[in-house]
């Protein structure tokens, strides 16, 4: 028998999931039976109706980890000619940066600091100075921080200028509602183990029709041919082109009934709201501040600054922590000492509040 979980994980995917997600692993899928395929195809069904696709948009899954989504998406919507500007205040916009970079794509990287929203002055100045722009790549959360990135005003600005707009939502898709029509978003990238609380394996596209369209052939890299996939599962309905991840696939599929039995991604938004908000006044009491300030601030994930004393260590806390049952994630921000705490996923304001009490026992600084 396997155990049951030791800790909870208090990260932003893999995430913890709920048992009945994990359970609904428990069988073996043939790929190109009707049977798998119904799957596949109630899946990219339901991520059109999350996003409030309708009939200009499509979704595509894909394998592998979200990254390779991403790429995926720039390998299939960049040309030769092209040249995107990607707009960054973390890591994970850093990462779409050196993507685009390692394909060789003429790249324009605008950096914001990491407590700073992208701004969209520069934005349009940039489009100024570079005509030649044809894409725009931002991310929504970013993980590395929490921060919520106001995406609108960008993606106003490359509608109204003509450019392809792409957004990795990738910790956000399923837990903060959004439409991908308005304001206009031609490609929208997540993955199964973030939001939506399935397990990991593949990530998902939710891309504009006619922008896909355009992309036949742009790819040069094979299996991350975002067009060929989407044209495989069309014209065969639910079908991958190579290996998919069929235990992941149903857990998805279970997740998503999950999803709408919750209450669909409003009332989810609600749950990691008050996640945040639980843990954010429980660890201000012991005296641990949160890095942004809370009009920028994600109901994802929490940035907080280590304690000013020379007896903290993040080790040592993540080691108390994860013998009391919870596992965190070490910071990533890089002008701050800092330590992040998730709370999307199977998790609760109760559970919040048990890891909260956990930090004001082991309190050791
Ligand atoms: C998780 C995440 C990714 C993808 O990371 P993988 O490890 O490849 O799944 C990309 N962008 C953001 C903002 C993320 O949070």
């Not at 893999?14 to 395929?37: E, G």
């Not at 060789?104 to 030649?132: G, I, M, R, S």
């Not at 990795?168 to 959004?178: C, E, K, N, R, T």
């Not at 990991?200 to 369209?213: D, E, H, N, Q, W």
């Amino acid at each position: 028998m396997i155990p049951e979980n030791p800790y909870l994980l208090l990260t932003p995917g893999p995430l913890s999931t709920s048992k009945t997600v994990r359970a609904a692993m428990d069988r073996d899928w043939c790929t190109w039976d009707t049977d798998y395929k119904s799957i596949v195809q109630k899946i990219r069904e339901s991520l059109l109706d999350l996003s409030h696709g309708g009939e200009a948009y499509t979704s595509v899954l894909m394998q592998g980890s979200g990254t390779f989504s991403v790429e995926a998406v720039l390998w299939t919507s960049l040309r030769p000619k092209s040249k995107i500007l990607v707009l960054s205040n973390g890591a994970y916009g850093q990462r779409m940066a050196r993507i685009a970079t390692s394909m060789q794509a003429a790249t324009v990287v605008v950096e914001f600091p990491e407590h700073k929203q992208a701004d969209p002055e520069t934005v349009e100045k940039t489009l100024q100075t570079h005509p030649d722009i044809t894409h725009i790549g931002m991310v929504h959360s970013e993980t590395t921080t929490g921060m919520l990135n106001n995406y609108a005003p960008v993606a106003a600005l490359a509608a109204r200028w003509g450019k392809v707009f792409i957004l990795d939502a990738m910790s956000s898709f399923g837990g903060i509602p959004l439409d991908v029509k308005w304001p206009e978003i031609d490609f929208l990238i997540s993955s199964a183990n973030k939001c939506i609380q399935g397990v990991p394996g593949f990530g998902f596209v939710i891309a504009k029709k006619s922008t896909l369209l355009e992309c036949k052939g742009n790819s040069r890299s094979h299996s991350l041919d975002l067009y060929d996939q989407w044209e495989t599962m069309e014209k065969d309905p639910g079908k991958w082109r190579f290996t998919s991840p069929t235990h992941t696939v149903r857990a998805f599929l279970q997740a998503l009934t999950e999803l709408e039995n919750e209450g669909g991604i409003s009332a989810r938004h609600a749950r990691y709201a008050a996640n945040h908000q639980t843990l954010v006044s429980g660890m201000e009491k012991i005296g641990i501040k949160p890095f942004l300030e809370t009009k920028d601030q994600s109901p994802i994930i929490t940035a907080f600054h280590e304690p000013q004393s020379t007896a903290f260590s993040f080790e040592k806390l993540y080691q108390l922590l994860k013998s009391e049952g919870f596992v965190i994630y070490p910071g990533k921000v890089s002008q701050a000492a800092t330590f992040r705490i998730g709370h999307i996923g199977h998790v609760f304001p109760e559970d919040i509040h048990r890891l909260v009490a956990a930090v004001e026992k082991i309190k050791f600084w």
